[in-house]
Structures are given as structure tokens and as C-alpha cells.
T-cell receptor, first 113, second 111 residues
């Protein structure tokens, strides 16, 4: 059973704090993705990675960075959290090649005060 | 880049009725069109997908149709049940690029 796990379900941080969101997948998938989900805006791609140490910007990368040091782990970093980064963050992974199912984690609800 | 529009944003149906959600895409090179279902408190999960060389695909009570000429595709759910209540997302992909998602449809099935 494919599993994508995220380090926290709920997180509350203060403005200006550095925030790490961790994602781990157990299916040896090559591709990993970070999305944010906001009401009325759907799923927006922040960053993705096709391989270890490789990263590509998605549609809304501003204010975020990522790290992929190991194939199974993809971290999203908010260098200095702001209130407009309060959102649901979803991690996903899939096997390389087009048309392959993306598996999502349960999400992390981040609140920045 | 690709742009995916999804309608309606909310949909309420009586249990047993059919539900239809429609999406349009902008890039005629798109070749893969999945639909994801997101239940409360969970991440989205693939329920059905269709590739550009197929016009229709069915899996029990759900079906997807694709009209490449008009650049739109639709999800059809028949005999809806309360457990079909969820948020549904359509998506499109060009080649080996990341999926582009629609904004989602919140479906409520009223018992």
C-alpha cells in the first residue's frame, strides 16, 4: 500500500519563524510535489522534484524553498513565515513518466499568527 | 501554460440522482486527464483518468468523457450515494510536466 506521510497534521507558528514541513514516501517514487490548497483556489503547485537534489519551481514558489537530500524525503521550508502562508499544504509523489497516478499525503494545516 | 477551468464550484444532488462536473483546458497538447476525490481530512485520491486517445471511460458508477475538439472533459457519477460527498478535482497534463488542477467542486449528496 503506497503511503505518503507528512510530519504534522496541524502546525501553529509565529510570523518570522522558520518552518519545516516534511514529507516521506515509501514507494521509491522519483517525483515529489508540494502544493498548497486554499478555498476557491484549488491545488497550486509550489515546488517539485524529479530526482534527488533536483528541484523545479512550480506556479507559486515565492517565500518557499525545498530540499531533497534523499529519494524518499522532500522538505518544504518557509524561511520567514508570514500570515499569508496560512494554508493547507499537501505533499504528493509518483513514479516517473506521464500518466502515472499521484499519491497524496493527508496534508498539514499550517497557521501563522 | 495550461489552464484548467472547473464548474460548478458547488453541487448538491439528491441521493440516487446523477452528478456531472465539467472541466475545460486550454492547451491542445494535453494528453492525460485524471479526476481526484478529496474526502474530509484526507489528501486527494485518484478515482478515474482518461488519456487523449480515448473518448470515454467507465468504472462502475463513475465515467469520464473527453471531447478533444472542444477541449473539455466531464465526470459523471450515477446513482449518487452519501459517501460520494467530497471535493472533486479535475486535472490536465501536457507531456511529462506536472498536473494542472482545476479549482475543485464540492459535491453534497443529500439523503
Amino acid at each position: 500500500d503506497v503511503k505518503v506521510t507528512q510530519s504534522s497534521r496541524y502546525l501553529v507558528k509565529r510570523t518570522g519563524e522558520k518552518v519545516f514541513l516534511e514529507c516521506v514516501q515509501d514507494m521509491d517514487h522519483e517525483n515529489m510535489f508540494w502544493y498548497r490548497q486554499d478555498p476557491g483556489l484549488g491545488l497550486r503547485l509550489i515546488y517539485f522534484s524529479y530526482d534527488v537534489k533536483m528541484k523545479e519551481k512550480g506556479d507559486i514558489p515565492e517565500g518557499y524553498s525545498v530540499s531533497r537530500e534523499k529519494k524518499e524525503r522532500f522538505s518544504l521550508i518557509l524561511e520567514s513565515a508570514s500570515t499569508n502562508q496560512t494554508s493547507m499544504y499537501l505533499c504528493a509523489s509518483n513514479q516517473g513518466g506521464w500518466g502515472n497516478e499521484q499519491f497524496f499525503g493527508p496534508g498539514t494545516r499550517l497557521t501563522v499568527l | 501554460g495550461e489552464n484548467v477551468e472547473q464548474h460548478p464550484s458547488t453541487l448538491s444532488v439528491q441521493e440516487g440522482d446523477s452528478a456531472v462536473i465539467k472541466c475545460t483546458y486550454s492547451d491542445s497538447a494535453s494528453n492525460y486527464f485524471p479526476w481526484y476525490k478529496q474526502e474530509l481530512g484526507k489528501g486527494p485520491q485518484l478515482i478515474i483518468d482518461i488519456r487523449s486517445n480515448v473518448g470515454e471511460k467507465k468504472d462502475q458508477r463513475i465515467a469520464v468523457t473527453l471531447n478533444k475538439t472542444a477541449k473539455h472533459f466531464s465526470l459523471h457519477i450515477t446513482e449518487t450515494q452519501p459517501e460520494d460527498s467530497a471535493v472533486y478535482f479535475c486535472a490536465a497534463r501536457v507531456g511529462n510536466t506536472p498536473l494542472v488542477f482545476g479549482k475543485g467542486t464540492r459535491l453534497s449528496v443529500i439523503a
